[in-house]
């Protein structure tokens, strides 16, 4: 059987997600990507293109998009439920980021060898998103502590 080819979205909001960690955890140093997209048809959460330095986010997140918005548009604060989902989102993202960062350092190490683990900790932490230690056990799910399929 024929595999679907991932059908990326570009994604405003996950561009001004992508601007805001760059800001706040890799002191604005990360080129931004040519895109930062959600994408159908991929098993992992996210991914990033070493070809074309593209980030793409699962689609099956596209939600937590449209809940920020429909939070900002009624004026309401978004529940603690939402909140989770867009944290979830941006740990997907950031893990992506680190990848990006190492690629652009010009690493060629493994996907979550050494090198990962020192980058996602040298990341700046923030108050408000408190980030995990990254080890060799987490590295492939960091920031998350259960088992997801990242790459
Ligand atoms: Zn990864």
């Known amino acids: 059987m024929q595999e679907l080819n991932p059908i990326p979205t570009p994604s405003d909001f996950l561009m001004d997600q992508w601007r805001k960690l760059n800001d706040d955890h890799f002191g604005g140093r990360l080129q931004e990507p040519p895109e930062v997209d959600w994408v159908e048809g991929i098993s992992a959460f996210g991914q990033f293109g070493r070809v074309f330095g593209a980030i793409g986010i699962n689609a099956q997140f596209r939600d ?53 683990v020192a980058m996602a900790n040298s990341i700046d932490q923030v108050a408000e998103l408190k980030w995990p230690v990254c080890t060799a056990d987490n590295a492939a799910r960091w920031p998350f502590p259960e088992q997801v399929e990242l790459d």
């Open 64 to 116: 937590v998009e449209e809940s920020v918005r429909a939070a900002k548009v009624s004026k309401r604060m978004p529940t603690d439920e939402e909140c989770a989902r867009l944290v979830f989102v941006l740990g997907i993202l950031l893990h992506e980021m680190v990848h990006q960062a190492l690629h652009s350092d010009g690493s060629r190490s493994g996907a979550h060898a050494d090198e990962f």
